[in-house]
Each structure stands twice: as C-alpha cells, then as structure tokens.
C-alpha cells in the first residue's frame, strides 16, 4: 500500500472513533421533555431514562419524610396521573397545586423516579404590573438626594 492509501485508513478510523466518542457521551445528556399523558399513554415494558416531564401536583397528594430526604407526590397535567418518587432537597415554594418539573427514569410499574425536581414560583412573587408602572417602569427607584 502506497502512503495515502495508509493516512486516509487512519484518518477515517480516527473520525469513526471520535464520532463514535461524541455520539456515546451526547447519549447520557440527553432529556426529552413530555407531558404526563404522553409519559402514562406509552406502553414502557422496560425502564426509560433520561425524561423531563412537568405538570401540577394533585392536592393531598404529598407524602414527605424530612429525616431521610423522602419525597412522593402525583402530578397531573389535567388528564392523566403520574406517581413520584423523590430523594433529595425539597423546594420551598414545593406545594399542593403547583407547577412541577421533574427530570429522571419511567418505570414499568407506571412509577416516575426523579433525580432533579424543580418547583414553578407561584405567581404571588411576580410583581404586580400597576405596581411596576408606578415605579417608572422596570428600572429600580433613584437614590433619594439629601
């Protein structure tokens, strides 16, 4: 074999492992995003990684042990019901009726294991838009001058 016949063999093997390299470590990034209904609505025989899923949680649902950093709940997107389970540092603003997004592994048994949850602020920190337009719209008040 004549010397480029030889670069170009190494050359694409380099470029098949390095896509191969970029292809594996994208793969355990990735997260697609769906709704509860479409989550419940597939038919899982085995466990799913790596969903974003977000909805409302199910008034009186909220089961919590503080001791252990235990967490389940329902949430809902208004058609269908989705069990958590949650390990780890709760919210604050984490409560009956609000908006959740949760990122983890589907199981089988129709059970959501969340690795990240994130509680929606509640619309009562959002600043009042008369309140805003008093203040001279969105830049903070001037210095008082003595």
Do not use: W
């Not at 470029?15 to 709704?35: D, E, H, N, P, R």
């Amino acid at each position: 074999m004549n010397r480029r016949v030889r670069i170009s063999i190494a050359v694409a093997i380099l470029g098949c492992g390095f896509a191969l390299l970029v292809g594996q470590g994208l793969k355990g990034t990735m997260i697609y995003s769906l709704t509860v209904d479409e989550v419940v609505g597939r038919n899982h025989k085995d466990p799913v990684d790596g969903l974003r899923v977000e909805g409302r949680i199910v008034s009186g649902s909220i089961v919590q042990r503080p001791a252990d950093n235990f967490l389940k709940f329902e949430m809902t997107d208004g058609k269908s019901t989705l069990p958590v389970i949650y390990r780890g540092i709760v919210p604050d603003t984490f409560g009956d009726m609000g908006e959740v997004t949760v990122e983890g592994r589907y199981l089988p048994d129709g059970g959501f294991v969340a690795d990240f949850l994130m509680a929606k602020c509640p619309s009562k920190y959002e600043m009042d838009p008369e309140a805003l337009e008093n203040r001279g719209g969105d830049h903070p008040p001037a210095p008082e001058s003595r």
